[in-house]
């Protein structure tokens, strides 16, 4: 069944809605026909069954079913990207493995970089992020924040667990199912002193995700797949 992207707030039983550009284009690429069924998806935990009605190309559609799917317990990134389309690449990745929020991180290795991520990035990056789950199916996307500086990071969701990625720290522990969490992963070369201080001082605990030194995409991904291990 092909499954298209529809904004929040529109899926309603027995509505009929026209699509976005995008969408039809797709429908066109996969050769849908008048009266074939299609999964909708808001990214945002609304899903539904629909009908194409009439041509691909005026992106018409039937609605017949709707579910509302609930939030997933939080399970965060918080990665220092100087790389942008590395940084695409991962979130990507994180909504195939169900992470909910993902914060691009600005840093002290990574603030002259020219290829790092800016506010004006967030928009393109978001929608790359409801792309992903045409192909994973989820219900909910990964909501792409603002860029945050380290600072604002230390005291964020203090009532989560909250790891940081070191080389120097423990294997990390499960985590209850119930329970949210986020981890901070930092730029090629790792966080500095000053913010690994910050980070701890702040209760972020430093976990090791692997033998060897990983790049930022890499880490990020272990620990998306450590944070929803149950």
């Known amino acids: 069944m092909i499954t298209l992207l529809v904004e929040a707030g529109v899926l309603a039983p027995e509505r009929q809605i026209q699509l976005a550009e995008a969408e039809r284009h797709h429908l066109k690429v996969r050769r849908a026909r008048d009266g074939e069924k299609l999964r909708l998806l808001d990214g945002r935990g609304g899903a539904g069954q629909a009908m194409l009605v009439?041509?691909?190309?005026?992106?018409?559609?039937?609605?017949s079913i709707v579910d509302s799917v609930p939030a997933p317990v939080t399970r965060g990134?918080?990665?220092a990207a100087g790389d942008r389309d590395r940084f695409v690449w991962l979130v990507e990745k994180s909504a195939e493995l169900g992470v909910t929020d993902l914060?691009?991180?600005?840093?002290?290795?990574?603030a002259g970089v020219g290829t790092r991520i800016r506010t004006q990035h967030v928009e393109r990056l978001q929608r790359r992020a409801l792309e992903a789950i045409k192909q994973s199916g989820a219900a909910w996307a990964p909501l792409v924040h603002e860029p945050m500086t380290i600072?604002?990071?230390a005291m964020w969701r203090s009532?989560?667990?909250?790891?940081l990625a070191d080389a120097g720290g423990a294997t990390p522990a499960m985590i209850p199912a119930s329970e949210p969490a986020w981890t901070a992963v930092g730029p090629e070369g790792g966080f500095t002193d000053a913010e690994r201080s910050m980070l701890e001082g702040a209760g972020w605990k430093p976990v090791r995700?692997?033998?060897?030194?990983?790049?930022?995409?890499?880490?990020a991904v272990v620990a998306a797949a450590f944070m929803s291990h149950d």
């Not at 995700?209 to 880490?219: D, Q």
């Open 159 to 163: 009532d989560s667990t909250r790891w």
């Open 151 to 153: 600072g604002d990071l």
């Open 54 to 63: 009439g041509n691909p190309s005026e992106g018409l559609v039937q609605i």
């Open 77 to 79: 990134l918080a990665v």
């Open 103 to 110: 914060i691009p991180l600005e840093t002290e290795r990574t």
């Open 209 to 219: 995700l692997g033998k060897y030194v990983l790049r930022f995409e890499t880490a």
